[in-house]
């Protein structure tokens, strides 16, 4: 199946202004709203990112269609979710205009959307492209995590600062427990770090565009998850303490001769910090524990 041709035409070009054609629109801060501008960093994105005609993509935040339009050319269909009804009706508009048809807008707060309603086709699975709000970061990514089954890949602009985390190795200030919950889940690639001179408004901060792969977990699957996702949380919860001392501060987790019987038996050292643990000893850990 070949890759969808990507076309940035002129309806795909930015309006550098801050407008939207003859409408204006304050970007509103509460929504964490940055609108991508640059059509050389959207056309990077899309022959990247390697969506395919057959694809059914759901858009998270489309704003005012930046990576909607060129997208829509080249996959099968799209779901664009946005919580900006201004926007919605906006992008509508836009998209009437331009006669594109494969496109369904939906006025809704993506972390209280069901992904179900995209109503696919049998077998088929969804891929997710957006730039994300900064400050829904992660419960976007709790929300793709639950709904893994129904996803092959996601396409999203982070934060840098967000990005290093879900891509981190250990022994670093990047890694922790959300680096190690996406990793499990899904396999992370970098496709490009993007300049907070292609937003407008200008964020404080730069961005990157991740691939998530649902589809490539990590290989190693968890004996108990819910172990493992208590580990995570316990383990990383204080940061400057050793991983005995971190998670048997908690009293809802394991007491003190318990952790050291499971850290034995994993060769796991419990004067070690959380954040020079490897993928598989935490799961051995969290295997080992009643």
Same mark, same amino acid.
Request: a positive charge.
């Given at each position: 199946?070949?890759?969808?041709?990507?076309?940035?035409?002129?309806?795909?070009?930015?309006?550098?202004?801050?407008?939207?054609?003859?409408?204006?629109?304050?970007?509103?801060?509460?929504?964490?709203?940055?609108?991508?501008?640059?059509?050389?960093?959207?056309?990077?994105?899309?022959?990247?990112?390697?969506?395919?005609?057959?694809?059914?993509?759901?858009?998270? =935040?489309?704003?005012? +269609? /930046?990576? &909607? !339009?060129?997208?829509?050319?080249?996959? %099968?269909?799209?779901?664009?979710?946005?919580?900006?009804?201004?926007?919605?009706?906006?992008?509508?508009?836009?998209?009437?205009?331009?006669?594109?048809?494969?496109?369904?807008?939906?006025?809704?707060?993506?972390?209280?959307?069901?992904?179900?309603?995209?109503?696919?086709?049998?077998?088929?699975?969804?891929?997710?492209?957006?730039?994300?709000?900064?400050?829904?970061?992660?419960?976007?990514?709790?929300?793709?995590?639950?709904?893994?089954?129904?996803?092959?890949?996601?396409?999203?602009?982070?934060?840098?600062?967000?990005?290093?985390?879900?891509?981190?190795?250990?022994? =670093?200030?990047?890694? +922790? /427990?959300? &680096? !190690?919950?996406?990793?499990?889940?899904? %396999?992370?690639?970098?496709?490009?770090?993007?300049?907070?001179?292609?937003?407008?408004?200008?964020?404080?901060?730069?961005?990157?565009?991740?691939?998530?792969?649902?589809?490539?977990?990590?290989?190693?699957?968890?004996?108990?998850?819910?172990?493992?996702?208590?580990?995570?949380?316990?383990?990383?919860?204080?940061?400057?303490?050793?991983?005995?001392?971190?998670?048997?501060?908690?009293?809802?987790?394991?007491?003190?001769?318990?952790?050291?019987?499971?850290?034995?038996?994993?060769?796991?050292?419990?004067?070690?910090?959380?954040?020079?643990?490897?993928?598989?000893?935490?799961?051995?850990?969290?295997? /080992?524990?009643?």
């Amino acid at each position: 199946m070949q890759t969808g041709s990507i076309r940035l035409g002129p309806t795909s070009r930015p309006d550098h202004s801050g407008g939207m054609g003859p409408r204006k629109f304050r970007p509103k801060k509460r929504l964490g709203q940055y609108f991508l501008v640059d059509p050389k960093v959207i056309y990077k994105i899309l022959m990247r990112a390697g969506f395919r005609s057959s694809d059914w993509v759901l858009e998270i =935040g489309p704003g005012r +269609g /930046a990576l &909607t !339009l060129p997208l829509a050319r080249s996959v %099968q269909h799209i779901v664009a979710v946005e919580k900006d009804a201004r926007l919605v009706h906006f992008l509508e508009e836009r998209l009437d205009r331009e006669g594109i048809t494969n496109v369904t807008v939906i006025n809704h707060d993506i972390l209280k959307w069901d992904f179900r309603e995209i109503g696919l086709p049998p077998t088929t699975k969804i891929k997710v492209a957006g730039n994300l709000p900064y400050n829904i970061s992660s419960p976007v990514l709790e929300k793709l995590i639950q709904s893994k089954r129904i996803l092959s890949k996601a396409i999203l602009m982070f934060q840098l600062e967000v990005a290093k985390r879900l891509t981190a190795s250990p022994g =670093g200030k990047s890694y +922790g /427990a959300m &680096t !190690l919950a996406v990793q499990y889940h899904a %396999q992370p690639r970098i496709l490009l770090q993007v300049s907070k001179d292609a937003f407008r408004p200008k964020p404080k901060v730069d961005s990157m565009v991740l691939a998530l792969d649902f589809n490539r977990p990590y290989p190693t699957r968890a004996l108990n998850e819910e172990n493992f996702k208590r580990v995570l949380k316990g383990a990383f919860a204080h940061r400057r303490k050793t991983i005995l001392n971190s998670l048997k501060a908690d009293p809802e987790f394991w007491n003190r001769d318990i952790l050291l019987e499971s850290m034995e038996k994993c060769g796991i050292d419990p004067g070690r910090r959380a954040e020079t643990l490897t993928m598989d000893e935490f799961l051995c850990f969290s295997a /080992a524990l009643p």
